[in-house]
């Protein structure tokens, strides 16, 4: 029997394929590489599909961070405040800006920033403040709007999420369209969404040598620009993001059957329509969670872990001087946490396997 993959990007792949081939012989036929009408399109129609004004392509969520960040102002000199727990590149976009990451832990419900924490961090340094949208569930806005400084979302894993019928609710927010994203492209993309006139002109001249006009470099910039090709598989894909979303909820509601009372196991927390699933992340208790996982593997079930090493136990974050007891929620959230196969073409056979085999590792 084939493996239960941890994502099938080939599934969703064939579903868009025909509109993608086409779209690639017209910018092909055109020789329109860089820029072009695509890349306006898909930043017309991401900008509506995120209820945002403005949304300008960049080359890849790492660089939509970091222009974001700098069109805030951070630099050397301030701080950003963002959680220990989520993928390095949060704090790598805010170290390449000169200014100093401000970890704070996680909250034990959803692992998301804990806006207690952030409200001790922030002080007259602060540029921004970095919530991350974890596993496709949105941060709750009000705890970090009331902080003061502007808001920059991470907006990397949960393209549509809602909370109590919001969107996105800070000052800009960036995303990536890494292949497995809920959004994927075919290669590396990104975005940069906000309601702000100003911050999108500024991130428009930071992705292309800061010049808007040919051969007018207003400010120093960078070559971050969103590819063409890539325009054109995400116009195809995001027509389905709505729907695909819907099938990840599914499939979630449908793992919440399935690992019911399982032990050792605890669930996510169960969420509303507005949640988009990007990972389905369960704990493992009292248990070595790789061993479990590996012996998952040995019965054809792929999973992840989303992610095994927080972000000040990095070798490359060690200057920022913490210890392994600093930030014990997303410590101990680490050795954990273990992200289930999860996407949207996941068949109820495939979830009845994935659950089969946890019970006879666990049960
Ligand atoms: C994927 C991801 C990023 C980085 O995006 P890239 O496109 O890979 O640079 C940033 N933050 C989070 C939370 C992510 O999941």
């Known amino acids: 029997m084939v493996d239960v993959p941890f994502v099938d990007l080939a599934a969703a792949h064939a579903e868009v394929e025909e509109e993608v081939l086409a779209g690639f012989r017209r910018v092909l036929a055109a ?8 890349v306006d399109a898909f930043e017309r129609e991401y900008a509506a599909f995120a209820g945002a004004a403005h949304c300008v392509g960049v080359a890849n969520g790492t660089d939509a961070l970091e222009l974001a960040l700098r069109a805030l102002g951070a630099g050397p000199g301030s701080e950003v405040v963002l959680p220990a727990n989520t993928f390095v590149a949060t704090a790598e976009a805010v170290v390449r800006t000169g200014a100093r990451p401000v970890l704070v832990d996680a909250e034990p ?4 920033m804990d806006p207690a924490a952030a409200a001790k961090a922030v002080g007259p340094a602060t540029a921004a403040i970095v919530p991350v949208h974890l596993y496709g569930r ?5 705890p970090f709007l009331e902080l003061g400084p502007p808001v920059l979302e991470d907006a990397a894993q949960s393209q549509g999420a ?7 609710f800070g000052a800009i927010a960036a995303t990536s369209f890494y292949p497995g994203k809920n959004l994927g492209a075919y290669g590396d993309a990104g975005a940069v969404v906000t309601g702000s006139a100003e911050l999108a002109r500024t991130v428009r001249l930071l992705r292309d040598h800061g010049s808007e006009r040919k051969y007018r470099h207003e400010i120093i910039g960078f070559n971050s620009r969103l590819d063409t090709l890539q325009a054109v598989v995400l116009r195809a894909k995001l027509r389905r993001l709505a729907a695909w979303n819907g099938l990840r909820r599914a499939a979630a509601a449908r793992y919440a059957e399935l690992l019911d009372g399982v032990p050792g196991l605890t669930l996510p927390a169960p969420a509303g329509e507005e949640h988009v699933w990007h990972l389905y992340v369960v704990r493992v208790t009292g248990r070595d969670r790789d061993e479990v ?3 998952l593997a040995g019965l054809g ?6 992610y095994p090493v927080p972000v000040h136990m990095q070798p490359a974050f060690r200057y920022l001087g913490h210890g392994p007891g600093d930030f014990p929620v997303a410590a101990a959230a680490a ?3 273990l992200s289930l196969p999860m996407f949207p073409q996941i068949t109820a056979a495939q979830q009845e396997r994935v659950a089969a085999a946890l019970r006879k590792i666990l049960g």
């Open 31 to 38: 020789t329109a590489f860089v820029q072009g009408p695509d």
């Open 109 to 112: 419900e959803h692992l998301l």
């Open 138 to 142: 949105l941060a709750p806005a009000a």
């Open 162 to 168: 809602r909370i109590a019928g919001e969107g996105l």
């Open 293 to 295: 996982a590996g012996r």
């Open 301 to 306: 079930v792929r999973c992840g872990v989303h």
């Open 335 to 337: 050795g954990e946490i």
